[in-house]
């Protein structure tokens, strides 16, 4: 899918339109004080996240992408993790239409009780050394064909967990994601 040799800091767009390509993107939960960015960069280059997430509250980034995939013929997603998030669990969820926001750009089909992404929670628990994380699609809750049929993104989403609410310190996220592909 990619592995961001081929993104665009001039369209902010990674892949190519004769194929599946996209964006980037972060977001936070409810929490004023959970900060999420989403960048490009590094050797190799990978999507780099960085942020701070609250207790009880969540944050993350991912990539959309422009047209509506199929992912019906592969069996596993796979990806480069490398970083630190102390305190937060970290989840991999598969955006599809049905469930993304009309409101989103590019927008989706939901129009109320969206966001219920197909998901592997605690997918990874990134570290200093890069890892390659290999989950089969079987392994996230809701997966149908239906939903493979419907793909408009990936997400990985960060869930303050192992916080004292009560201290405004969030878990520090350094994390960069690379080499992002499906597999048979």
Known sequence: MTDFSDYSTTTG??????????????????????????????????????????????????????????????TQVQFSLVGTSPGCDLELQIQTFDQRPTTQVPAGGCTANCYGFPVVKKVAVPSATSATITTPLSSFSNWSTANANQVVGLQWQFTGTQLDPDAGVGCPIDVTIGNIKFLP
């Open 13 to 74: 767009k990674w892949g190519s339109p004769t194929g599946i390509y996209g964006a980037i993107y972060s977001y936070g939960g409810a929490n004023t004080s959970t900060t999420m960015k989403a960048t490009v960069e590094g050797t190799p280059k990978g999507l780099h996240l960085t942020g701070s997430v609250m207790s009880s509250d969540w944050g993350g980034g991912g990539v959309s992408f422009n047209v509506c995939s199929t992912v019906a013929s592969f």
